[in-house]
């Protein structure tokens, strides 16, 4: 079965630039995560959605914006890019959303390397 | 707010040893879930292993295990017979299930660079 997966693999963008990541989760996951990773640290939560609904949103101004649509893929997008947002972006997909046992294990795809100049 | 705490930054392992790496968490909440997760030199981040506070037995997932000891806050990751493919960075994590929206995210440690040497 495939796993999560995520396009484009690397993007280069400069300030002040829009950028839109994709992530399409496990066949049969209803939730995805966004998360960042700067390098040298864990990831950081960016948002969570689950049945096309904004579940849960970490501490990321609002020129970040994600969208869940009805085949349950998702769009994370970034404006008005800062050189502080180059960073790997993971996406994870996950069956549920909210539930407190190994049934909401977030599975995640392979990245997004966005490097901003 | 939850906390993870990973205190070491590199370990190095001989092939077909075991290693443990270290994991102390903190939280308030009663019912938590604890995952590890491997992260090789390409980023994708590969789930190992789940523990939930309150499974009476440890988890164990092939060679991997964990020393789940809930008074003292650890969640150790045991690596038993190590493999060169074993190399990668570590990341302890644990779910926080009570956001506004009613869905739930991972906080992260900073994690463990493993390498296994011949």
């Known amino acids: ?18 950028v839109t990541l994709r992530c399409s989760p496990i066949s049969g996951h209803k939730s995805v995560s966004w998360y960042q990773q700067v390098l ?3 990831p950081q939560f960016i948002f969570q959605y689950y049945e096309k609904e904004e579940r849960g949103r970490g501490n990321f101004p609002d020129r970040f ?17 800062l050189l502080g947002d180059s960073a790997l972006y993971l996406c994870a997909s996950s069956l549920i ?11 995640f795809g392979p990245g997004t ?4 100049l | ?39 090789p030199s390409s980023g994708e981040m590969i789930f190992l292993i789940y523990q939930g506070s309150y499974d009476q037995q440890n988890a164990t997932e092939g060679r991997y295990s964990l020393n789940f000891q809930k008074a003292r806050k650890s969640a150790n990751l045991v690596i038993s017979a190590s493999q060169l493919g074993d190399s990668a960075m570590y990341f302890c994590a644990m779910r926080d299930a009570h956001l506004t929206g009613g869905g739930n995210k991972l906080t992260f440690g900073t994690g463990t660079q493993l390498k296994v040497e011949l």
């Open chain 1, 113 to 116: 390397r966005l490097t901003v």
């Open chain 1, 65 to 81: 914006s994600a969208r869940q649509f009805p085949n349950y893929s998702s769009e994370l997008n970034v404006n008005a890019l």
């Open chain 1, 1 to 18: 079965d495939a796993g999560v997966t995520q396009s484009p693999t690397h993007l280069i963008k400069t300030r002040g630039q829009h």
């Open chain 1, 40 to 42: 040298g640290q864990g």
């Open chain 2, 1 to 39: 707010a939850q906390k993870i705490t990973q205190t070491q930054p590199g370990m190095f392992v001989q092939e077909k040893e075991a290693v443990t790496l270290d994991c102390t968490y903190d939280t308030s909440d009663p019912s938590y879930g604890l995952f590890w997760y491997k992260q």
């Open chain 1, 97 to 107: 959303s909210g539930a407190t046992s190994s049934t909401d294990t977030q599975y």
